[in-house]
């Protein structure tokens, strides 16, 4: 079945960059696109950016272009996001997706990654 | 970017009850939009895409409905392990945006 595994927590400090990974299985990598979505601390969900595994093509959410790159690996079935110059504001639970077959929803999700930037 | 609005943000209800949640697009998506579950500490789960199409292990009593701007997620006979938080999305552009959020506890 389709498992999608993150990396583990991170702290960082402000202005430091961090690079979440997200290995996909079960499934073939590169028809899926996949999705990063961020979780601040009791708040909603935010989608952050795409990237297509075949081409590594990407979109961005402006919010975060120039500061957000999301690549991948296919001989290792992983996307990457890195996020530049973080700021407490960053702290969230990030999650990989993967965007499923029908209406572009995400169907599969990761367990997700706290990345903590301490004010 | 398209906004998503949520309604209400929470509700209480109790097992047994018929629950309805609305989530209105600032414009329109077609059939784009999609239903999460999200319980505390875990990732969302997709219970309902493209407006009513149920996924693949999501319980039948859990049902969407609409098109344009109008949407609506009803869960027929609420179970105990239905109370979490359900978010809305729209896909129909990027970036995808989702509603805020409707909490729904235990009366």
């Known amino acids: 079945q389709v498992h999608l595994v993150q990396s583990g927590a991170e702290v960082k400090k402000p202005g430091a960059s961090v690079k979440v990974s997200c290995e996909a299985s079960g499934y073939t990598f590169t028809s899926y696109h996949i999705y990063w979505v961020r979780q601040a601390p009791g708040q909603g969900l935010e989608w952050m950016g795409s990237?297509?595994?075949?081409?590594?093509?990407?979109n961005y959410a402006q919010k975060f272009q120039g500061r957000v790159t999301m690549t991948r690996d296919t001989s290792t079935n992983t996307v990457y996001m890195e996020v530049n110059s973080l700021i407490s504001e960053d702290t969230a639970v990030y999650y990989c997706?993967?965007?499923?077959?029908?209406?572009?929803?995400?169907?599969?999700w990761g367990q997700g990654t706290l990345v903590t930037v301490p004010s | 970017d398209i906004q998503m609005t949520q309604s209400p943000s929470s509700l209480s209800a109790s097992v047994g009850d018929r629950v309805t949640i609305t989530c209105r697009a600032s414009q329109s998506i077609s059939s784009y939009l999609n239903w999460y579950q999200q319980k505390p500490g875990t990732a969302p789960r997709l219970l309902i895409y493209n407006a009513a199409g149920l996924q693949s292990g999501v319980p039948s009593r859990f049902s969407g409905s609409g098109s344009g701007t109008d949407f609506t997620l009803t869960i027929s006979s609420l179970q105990p392990e239905d109370f979490a938080t359900y978010y809305c999305?729209?896909?129909?552009?990027?970036?995808?945006?989702f509603g805020q959020g409707t909490k729904l506890e235990i009366k």
């Open positions: 999305q729209q896909s129909y552009s990027f970036p995808q945006t």
């Open positions: 997706a993967r965007r499923g077959p029908v209406g572009a929803a995400s169907d599969h």
């Open positions: 990237i297509n595994p075949t081409g590594g093509s990407t």
